[in-house]
């Protein structure tokens, strides 16, 4: 019987079933478009030189897929290659996993990063990383044992405090049972990471870097290396840090560091003092002083407002504290602001003529006002001639108002008959 039957069932005569438009016999070979289709006593035999020269699962499947063909060609290439001793032990490095951030610590100096840098001429360096504020320190240690180590820790402790975890590698000095038991006594958990594996150190890894390229510049600019180990902490603990957005420096002591670009700013006490100074100056220039039996304008509270009347310096009881007697009889306590002083009111306010003529008022406001608060500005324009030069009249203070109004016309003659008035208990008093 020769064909194809009209059904298949059997799981693995399905392939060729699907395939069977395309199937033919040549040479009394079945052949799959141009792919011979290898029987299964021979596939060993192929699969073997297929793989001769040890290529990788991805290139025996283009090798065989220009020549040979059966049903689980690809299964059968793939468990070649996995179960090929050779192509075993030097297969390529899984993918990197992905990065994995160490939880953000709850305060400065709480997890530590501890390595070593070197040897560098000969020397090691300690590196250790502050996880919070990115703070680097960098001592010089004399080797890489444990007691050396210690010792560099315990000063930094003595400075900073104790830290409540430390992250290191699995070095002899950190492995070890006299580090542990340091660190034990102390308080302080300490996590290994995976041998080989930097990156899970990566903050202490990364320092190591920085500090290596700063020594190396220093090589190549022929300086000292510790001044420019020095010179790179201060900048880096100065500069805002790419992780936090803040300096090192804030974040430890919640300043920056004082440095030598600082001194192109003031200094604010400088600053503060100075405005001081110009105060008490000024002070000192305004500062009013009556004398006994002077003739003096006082605040009277005894109706709930601030009234001028006038009264006589009873004596001074401090520098800015005065009894006063008003024109009553009262006795009252006076501060030498609630006092205007009359020393020489004559002088102040002799007002000839021609200067009532010239004296004009543009405020309406204030002219309107009603009688009982007329005292308040009679006390106001006594201040005024008080604190003004002697020789400079009431008329040419006015004279500041570029836009004063002509006194011609009748409504300034109102106006101009309400600033008289004023003037006239200006000379009562």
Same mark, same amino acid.
Do not use: I, T, V
């Given at each position: 019987m020769f064909g194809w039957p009209k059904t298949s069932n059997i799981e693995t005569e399905k392939a060729y079933f699907n395939r069977k438009e395309n199937i033919c016999v040549d040479q009394g070979c079945l052949i799959w478009g141009y792919r011979v289709i290898i029987p299964k006593s021979l596939r060993l035999s192929i699969l073997k030189e297929i793989h001769d020269g040890h290529p990788g699962i991805v290139k025996m499947k283009q090798i065989a897929r220009n020549y040979v063909w059966w049903e689980t060609l690809d299964v059968d290439i793939e468990r070649t290659v996995q179960e090929c001793v050779a192509c075993r032990s030097q297969r390529s490095a899984p993918a990197p996993a992905l990065l994995h951030s160490w939880p =953000?610590?709850?305060?400065? =100096?709480?997890?530590?990063?501890?390595?070593f840098l070197g040897p560098f001429n000969n020397k $090691? $360096?300690?590196v250790i990383v502050d996880a919070y504020t990115k703070w680097i320190e960098v001592d010089h240690v004399s080797g890489t044992s444990a007691a050396v180590v210690i010792d560099c820790l315990r000063k930094k402790f003595a400075r900073f405090g104790l830290p409540k975890r430390i992250v290191s590698d699995n070095?002899?000095?950190? +492995?070890?049972?006299?580090?542990?038991? $340091?660190l034990d006594i102390n308080g302080i958990r300490h996590t290994l990471v995976a041998p080989y594996h930097p990156s899970s150190n990566g903050a202490a890894e990364n320092a190591v870097k920085m500090v290596k390229r700063a020594l190396k510049k220093a090589q190549v600019d022929n300086e000292n290396v510790n001044t420019a180990l020095s010179k790179f902490l201060f900048s880096y603990r100065n500069t805002e840090h790419s992780t936090t957005g803040c300096e090192p420096a804030m974040l430890m002591f919640g300043r920056r560091l004082r440095g030598r670009l600082d001194l192109l700013r003031p200094d604010t006490r400088d600053l503060v003092r100075q405005r001081q100074e110009i105060s008490e100056q000024r002070r000192d220039t305004a500062l009013r002083v009556a004398e006994p039996q002077d003739s003096v304008l006082?605040?009277?509270y005894s109706q709930n407002r601030g009234k001028w009347t006038e009264g006589t310096v009873v004596r001074r009881e401090s520098p800015v504290s005065y009894t006063v007697k008003s024109q009553d009889g009262r006795v009252h306590k006076r501060h030498i602001d609630q006092i205007l002083t009359t020393k020489h009111p004559k002088s102040r306010f +002799?007002? +000839?003529k021609v200067e009532e003529e010239a004296y004009d008022i543009t405020d309406t406001e204030s002219m309107a006002k009603p009688d009982t608060d007329q005292d308040d500005q009679v006390a106001e324009e006594w201040q005024?001639?008080?604190e003004s030069p002697p020789s400079r009249t009431v008329s040419e203070r006015r004279d500041d108002n570029t836009n004063r109004q002509q006194a011609t016309t009748p409504k300034n003659r109102v106006y101009r008959k309400a600033a008289l008035r004023c003037i006239d208990k200006l000379k009562e008093m």
């Open positions: =953000w610590p709850e305060e400065p =100096w709480a997890r530590l990063n501890l390595d $090691y $360096y300690l070095g002899p000095p950190f +492995s070890s049972a006299e580090f542990k038991k $340091y006082l605040r009277d +002799s007002l +000839s005024l001639a008080q």
